[in-house]
């Protein structure tokens, strides 16, 4: 289950070819026996996420959950440790219903403040260590100042840029999955 943001959700895209889209279709071709199911909601926040989790895990039951969001806690200037208590709560309640955890970092524009984005920054990885969960460091390594790559409005990523976000999150989701596989 992808439990995420606007990002995720596919946001400003042609139908089919979100990342979470590309990811279903990356299982299936290396014969993973998977089924994805993308719970993320545009907008979302990590106090709406911590709102919404248990009735989503309840209805889908996952094995693994993707947990991608923060960033718009981020781009509203919300506390780095209201933003923690949130993700940690999530994964507490994932855990709780026995699925695994893939973290996803973001990165916040300079415009917030050296200071403001480089607790954002951090947040993500010692999360990731105090909670013993994976962690895909940033969901848009290698192409976040290409704004070739992004929608006029400079926040969400273009449809060229989906298989990108999936190569970001694949080799730190493949040890997930195998271990899955070996329940």
Avoid at 48 to 77: C, F, M, S, T, Y
């Amino acid at each position: 289950m992808v439990y995420g943001d606007s990002i995720s959700a596919g946001y400003g895209l042609p139908q089919g070819t979100g990342w979470v889209v590309l990811l279903e279709q990356r299982l299936q071709h290396e014969h993973y026996d998977y089924k994805v199911i993308n719970a993320s909601l545009s907008g979302e926040t990590t106090l709406g996420g911590v709102a919404r989790l248990k009735e989503a895990l309840a209805r889908h039951q996952p094995q693994i959950v993707i947990l991608e969001l923060g960033a718009n806690d981020g781009l509203r200037g919300a506390r780095i440790d209201g933003i923690r208590t949130n993700l940690a709560a999530m994964i507490a309640e994932s855990r709780k219903q026995r699925a695994q955890v893939l973290l996803v970092g973001m990165e916040l524009p300079p415009n917030y403040g050296t200071e403001y984005t480089t607790r954002f920054r951090a947040l993500y990885p010692a999360l990731a260590k105090a909670q013993r969960v994976a962690l895909v460091p940033f969901l848009l390594a290698g192409f976040a100042a290409n704004r070739e790559l992004f929608q006029e409005d400079g926040i969400h990523p273009n449809a060229s840029a989906q298989p990108r976000m999936l190569d970001n999150v694949w080799p730190h989701l493949r040890p997930l999955l195998e271990r899955g596989a070996r329940r």
